[in-house]
């Protein structure tokens, strides 16, 4: 490669502020992120109650989780490729707007069309601000800071995880469910200003989209996701799935290609020569998809089998959402001291025998003090999970792959949360229904199996990252 195609250093930004707080730093990437994390939980809650107001099938329900994901995993890379050319801070500012605006989109929706494509525009705002959020905090803080800083941040993420699922039932309980998107448009307000007074704007050093590259992984994530989610009402071996699966494997498979021979990649390939972001990347993956999966039909499990409020079924899983708050700072300051592999194997170690356990316990009578137990044990799993998670990512890499390492790490996280859903929904609909409430546990149980299984797998995988860095 000659030097006018090599990737140029980290670009300096211009005229520096005078350093910020840390508590401003961290509101200022930490608002956004609550107010994305904030809204998956929220929705998946809501998901009974939207099922019967706008009369919305299976498939409907799971397009209203993965019409955010989908465009969310697709473009993850592209936000962070543009971020280092354009600026991140534009770009960060410029998705927290799309996903304000989509919110309110998403408020006035009383179809289920209109509810599924807000959520895809709500997902290519997001997808802005989440590889880009870790990337601003990275560059905004010392050094010396900065462990325990992406810590505090993932325990800003684990707060959303924690209040979604109540602040949706008090909402759908107390007002309406289109409110629980309406709430986004002040937070999203307030989350524009800080940003605009707190950040500074820096850039990466690659100068050259790829165009190319946008298409090629784009247009592959759509089709495999897309075959993935259609596979259990149109039959895996239909011409349709089988047509999207085979023509996204390809497309990947080009992309990859084109990578490897582009001077200025979208995805520098040598990102994968570090064994510890190749393989932390593989159990956010497993991660992703077991737990999240699992998540997606639990939610209703209260309110679907046993009859409760949306409120009331939220508050029931607090002692699942409510330990990554508490949990994953912690993880942030010590992981140094006690090794981010230790954590991270811990982790799915923790979350892995939760939810086994929660499959295991479920029937249609079963008590919520049988239940309890694993959900605080599947909550401090995941917060074991969030921030040494990014941290490798981040320190797999040089300072200048920050960004792209960032927004690869959340694709392969966002890829395995629709992976997930539609393959343990695939599972739930094999085995299950929701005509009643046995039909409802006959397709959990196998499902969560399923999800406990792919969880376990990457528990092996975190025995092979690497002790230090």
Known sequence: MTTSTAVRPEASPPARRKPRPLAAVLAAVGIPTFMVTLDNLVVSTALPVIREDLGASLTDLQWFVNAYTLPFAAFLLTAAALGDRLGRR??????????????????????????????????????????????????AVPERLRTAAVGIWGGISGLGVAVGPVVGGAV????????????????????????????????????????????????????????????????????????????????????????????TPMLPLSLFRSRGFSLVNIVTLTFSAGTFGAVF????????????????????????????????????????????????????????????????????????????????????????????????ALASVSEQQRGVASGANNTIRELGVAVGVAALASVFSSYGSYTSHAAFVHGLRPAVFVGAAIVAVGAVFALWLPKRH
């Open 90 to 139: 534009r770009m960060f500012l410029a998705g927290i707007t799309v996903f304000t605006l989509a919110s309110a989109a998403a408020g006035l929706a009383t179809e289920s069309w209109q509810l599924t494509l807000a959520r895809a525009v709500q997902g290519l705002g997001g997808a802005a601000v989440a590889p880009l959020a870790l990337t601003l905090l990275a560059q």
């Open 172 to 263: 759908v309980e107390g007002l309406d469910w289109h409110w629980i998107f309406w709430l986004n448009v002040p937070v999203g307000v307030v989350a524009i200003v800080l940003a605009t007074t707190v950040l500074d704007e820096s850039r990466g050093g690659a100068r050259r989209l790829d165009p190319l590259g946008l298409v090629l992984s784009a247009a592959g994530m759509l089709l495999l996701i897309w075959g993935v989610v259609d596979g259990p009402d149109h039959g895996w071996t239909s011409g349709r799935v089988l047509g999207m699966l085979v023509g996204g494997a390809v497309l990947i498979a080009a992309f990859v290609l084109w990578q490897a021979r582009n001077s």
């Open 297 to 392: 039909l639990l939610a209703q499990f209260f309110q679907v089998v046993q009859g409760l409020s949306p409120l009331d079924a939220g508050l029931r899983t607090l002692p699942w959402t409510m330990a990554p708050m508490i949990v994953a700072p912690l993880a942030g300051i010590f992981g140094d001291r006690i090794g981010q592999r230790n954590l991270i194997f811990a982790g799915q170690v923790l979350l892995a025998g939760a939810i086994l356990w929660i499959g295991i316990a479920s029937t249609a009578t079963v008590s919520y003090a049988d239940l309890v137990v694993a959900f605080a044990m599947a909550g401090v799993g995941m917060g074991l999970t969030f921030a040494p998670i990014s941290t490798m």
